[in-house]
Nanobody, 128 residues
Framework: VRLVDSGGREVQTGASLRLSCAAS?????????????MGWFRQAEGKETEFVAV????????KYSDSVKGRFAISRDDARDMLYLQMDNLRPEDSAVYRC?????????????????WGQGTQVTVSP
């Protein structure tokens, strides 16, 4: 499946942003957006890639990292093959390249190895 991230930009501390991820096609294993768990990961400059949020294939299970819980919300629109990440009360430590990812299965996971397709990334910069 092909994933295209968008929505990142520079904002001030406390601002909100909504990232979008448009999906098309199938994964190598034949999965589509609708049958895949979907996630968001981020990588700050000089740091390892970090799990942010994941939603299972039908949206009835969601998990967040402790660092974003209560501030970020992941959602999916299966009619449009779109994944979203609503980010509120942004902090400078949220600055990173954010990438959406399609899972190898319909079940949610926070492990990078459980995702087989990745967006190109969108930069989020939060100024103090």
């Amino acid at each position: 499946v092909r994933l295209v991230d968008s929505g990142g930009r520079e904002v001030q501390t406390g601002a909100s942003l909504r990232l979008s991820c448009a999906a098309s096609g199938r994964t190598k294993s034949g999965r589509t957006f609708k049958t895949s768990a979907m996630g968001w990961f981020r990588q700050a400059e000089g740091k390892e890639t970090e799990f942010v949020a994941v939603i299972n294939y039908n949206g009835d299970y969601i998990k967040y990292s402790d660092s974003v819980k209560g501030r970020f919300a992941i959602s999916r629109d299966d009619a449009r093959d779109m994944l979203y990440l609503q980010m509120d009360n942004l902090r400078p430590e949220d600055s990173a390249v954010y990438r959406c990812a399609a899972g190898r299965s319909s079940a949610a996971s926070s492990l990078r190895s459980d995702f087989s397709a990745w967006g190109q990334g969108t930069q989020v910069t939060v100024s103090p």
